[in-house]
């Protein structure tokens, strides 16, 4: 039979079967696939629809894999960059804790003893393992992650399904291809699902699985599920479960991400060979991206006036935060030259959002997202429940309409300030710190506050949110001559001044003794 080819919105060349080509730009990746011999003609509708169906699934993957700042254009191609990727010591006796903890040295301090040692993307491809994790905070790049992933595993004779969990929270019993195929690529013949659904059990070997986003799952892996077939309808967890067991496709790559704590979750019986943890970008990875959108001398300035700002453009979020609030500040607050005006400038974006209308109403839930976050941080959570935001009179079916202007994926203009269905938490921890702080300054009332300052404020638990609570006191509560917000400021200044007192005593107790005979003794 003569060789076939397809063509699609990526390249097609000729390829050996089951070659593996080295790929070391994941964002143009050249497809290749030629048609196997055939030995039946049911083989060959079988091999004429996965061609098909790989074709959908590269379609999925471009769709989903674009990125740009809203209001501001690329200058370039954006380079691919990756963060930094640890492999983990994940379970064990000293293992991370069952639900992640607040910290305020930063989400990352959580895998800082668990590195067995750093890899890269290419190690990712060629890994011999079956089943793996990668874990990482909110706003990392799990998702981007993920997807350069599916589109560099996407060779010769292999699919990859890229399954977002959050969208597959079905309360209905399904069967593995409904979940797989018939829900994820709608509309077409029952006899493409069936030959798509034939080729992929009898090639096990050629399927790469990932499911991202485990923690936006509305179920739990931590009980065992019951063995099941592969036309068994029955709940999503279940179906999960059993891929996880390595019951489905046994010979196939499965990748989940998720946050930290759901990969805890997963009963032992069903948990990754290998866990991966992603860190920040790295200096020079930060910095190749950052001008893709801005200039060197906006660079320089931002190394200039506030490092620590720089310091955040590592983390993918934080950047496109830091570009589009200085390319396009906000009046009332002036230049974001500190984190307290980066934030305050977001926040101030946060009530411009189109799914916003309602100004005075947004101020109040406003109020209730400080109440929240403050609640959250003294007790130590960035993991909140759907009964905690009710208590809090926040609704969780409306909490995904505060959104942050700033960046967009695919066709989207937005990133919503909270993740997940049934577990919530902000996009970045700092927002939490923010919210905290807001809170600290324009709520909590001035008893609390002495109280609070005297008692905690300046115990290492509090120390982003002090800094925080200093920049909207000192800073943008500058113009503040009466009220509550000035008394704040003197009592916050007094307690500043007895801490650089008690800093100053104790340096000098540590100074060497001066004597006569010698200068240090």
Not at 39 to 57: A, F, P, Q, V, Y
Not at 284 to 289: G, T
Request: with cysteine; net charge negative.
């Amino acid at each position: 039979m003569a060789e076939q080819s397809t063509s699609s919105n990526v390249n097609i060349t000729d390829a050996v079967l089951n070659q593996s080509p080295v790929i070391k730009d994941a964002e143009n990746v050249t497809i290749n696939y030629t048609q196997p011999p055939s030995t039946s003609s049911s083989d060959e509708d079988e091999w004429n629809s996965m061609r098909k169906l790989i074709n959908l699934c590269i379609s999925y993957l471009e769709k989903e894999g674009k990125l740009r700042l809203q209001g501001v254009s690329a200058k370039e191609e954006i380079p691919v960059v990756h963060p930094i990727i640890h492999e983990i010591t994940y379970y064990g006796k000293d293992t991370v804790p069952v639900d992640e903890r607040y910290d305020p040295k930063g989400p990352n301090e959580l895998f800082k003893n668990k590195i067995k040692r750093e890899v890269c993307f290419q190690d990712l491809l060629d890994q011999k393992d079956k089943f793996i994790s990668i874990v990482a905070s909110a706003g990392s790049g799990k998702t981007v992650l993920s997807l350069r992933l599916a589109k560099a595993f996407s060779l010769p004779q292999r699919l990859c399904i890229h399954l977002k969990l959050m969208d597959a929270n079905y309360e209905q019993p399904l069967t593995l291809r409904q979940l797989l195929l018939e829900n994820m690529f709608p509309g077409h013949s029952e006899e493409f699902y069936t030959a798509c659904f034939s080729w992929m059990q009898k090639n096990t070997d050629k399927i790469v699985l990932i499911l991202d986003g485990l923690d936006q799952a509305q179920y739990s892996l931590k009980e065992t599920s019951p063995k099941i077939n592969y036309n068994a309808c029955v709940p999503v967890k279940d179906l999960v479960f059993n891929l996880c067991r390595k019951h489905f496709f046994p010979n196939s790559l499965l990748i989940i991400t998720s946050r930290p704590h759901a990969v805890l979750y997963l009963h032992e019986l069903a948990r990754p060979q290998v866990t991966y943890a992603l860190g920040d970008l790295s200096v020079f990875n930060s910095h190749e991206l950052f001008l893709v959108f801005a200039d060197e001398d906006l660079w320089r300035k931002i190394n200039t006036t506030s490092s620590q700002m720089l310091s955040m453009c590592r983390n993918p979020l934080m950047l496109q935060m830091i570009i589009s609030s200085n390319i396009d500040p906000s009046e009332d607050i002036g230049d974001a030259s500190t984190p307290t005006r980066l934030f305050a400038t977001v926040m101030k974006n946060l009530t411009q959002s189109g799914h916003i209308r309602n100004t005075e109403g947004f101020n109040e839930l406003l109020k209730r997202l400080r109440v929240l976050a403050f609640d959250a941080t003294m007790e130590g959570k960035v993991v909140l429940t759907a009964k905690q935001l009710r208590n809090a009179q926040v609704n969780p079916a409306t909490i995904h309409d505060i959104v942050v202007q700033l960046h967009t994926h695919g066709l989207s203009v937005n990133s919503c300030l909270f993740e997940g269905n049934t577990k919530f938490y902000f996009c970045h921890q700092t927002f939490q710190e923010h919210l905290t702080a807001s809170y600290v300054v324009y709520e909590m009332p001035l008893e609390e506050f002495q109280e609070f300052v005297e008692t905690s404020l300046f115990q290492e638990h509090w120390t982003v949110v002090r800094r925080f609570v200093c920049g909207l006191l000192f800073d943008l509560g500058s113009k503040a001559v009466s009220g509550d917000l000035q008394t704040k400021k003197e009592i916050l200044k007094k307690h500043l001044i007895q801490q650089l007192e008690f800093i100053s005593e104790k340096f000098t107790e540590s100074l060497p003794v001066v004597t006569k005979n010698n200068i240090f003794v």
